[in-house]
Each structure stands twice: as C-alpha cells, then as structure tokens.
C-alpha cells in the first residue's frame, strides 16, 4: 500500500558529490520520521541520517558535516546529499519511511526502498 522509490545512485570518484532521493505513494495519511540506511558487504546495516516531521535531523558521525538529509512534504520526498565522498560510503543506501496509515490511529508502518547502490572509487 506504500512505496518508496529511490533514485540518484551510481557510480562516483572520490571527493565528488551524490544527491539520493526518495518519494513515496500510496496510502498515507501522515508521513513522519524518514530516513536513509546503508549496508557495506560484511557490514550491518546502519543509520545514515534521518529526518522528522518538524524537521529534527541527526547524522552518522561518518557524515556529519559533509551531509544533508532534507525533505519536501508536499512531494512525500526525502533528500540526501552527500559531498566529499569517500571509499568508504560505498554502500547500497536504503530509505526509510514511518508512515501513519490512517485517521483514527497514530500507529506507525515502517516501509523501506529497495536500495540503491553507491559506489564511491579510489
């Protein structure tokens, strides 16, 4: 019933910039906190950056201060922009979305992208 569509990954050299973005559709009534995860091969997965409603942000200590997690409500739209990248954000990125799905319930779905890689080369 909800979908997170992914776009803006690929292939970079070091020190360049990416901007990821994700829209999402489908039965929502309320869009909260989103968010962006990555995986590294051997890795688990962590939190990237992520996003309230009233636009709270918090960051990797990896990417702070080279990255900015933003959102469009009206577009049900998440942004990640990263600059300066490194090796080692190689990783296949994943957006997250709370949703609240209906009026008569604050109940919170979590939905997820299905991923998109970054590679980021030497």
């Known amino acids: 019933q909800v979908q997170l569509v992914e776009s803006g990954g690929g292939l970079v050299q070091a020190g360049e910039s990416l901007g990821l973005s994700c829209a999402a559709s489908?039965?929502?009534?309320?869009?909260?906190?989103m968010g962006w995860y990555r995986q590294a091969p051997g890795k688990q997965r962590e939190l990237v950056a992520s996003i309230t409603r009233g636009l709270n942000t918090a960051y990797a200590d990896s990417v702070k201060g080279r990255s900015t997690i933003s959102r469009d409500n009206a577009k049900n739209t998440v942004y990640l922009q990263m600059n300066s990248l490194e090796p080692e954000d190689t990783a296949v990125y994943y957006c997250?979305?709370?949703?609240?799905?209906?009026?008569?319930?604050?109940?919170?779905?979590?939905?997820w992208g299905q991923g998109t890689q970054v590679t980021v080369s030497s």
């Open positions: 489908g039965n929502i009534f309320r869009l909260n906190t």
């Open positions: 997250n979305a709370m949703v609240r799905r209906s009026v008569s319930s604050t109940y919170e779905y979590t939905y």
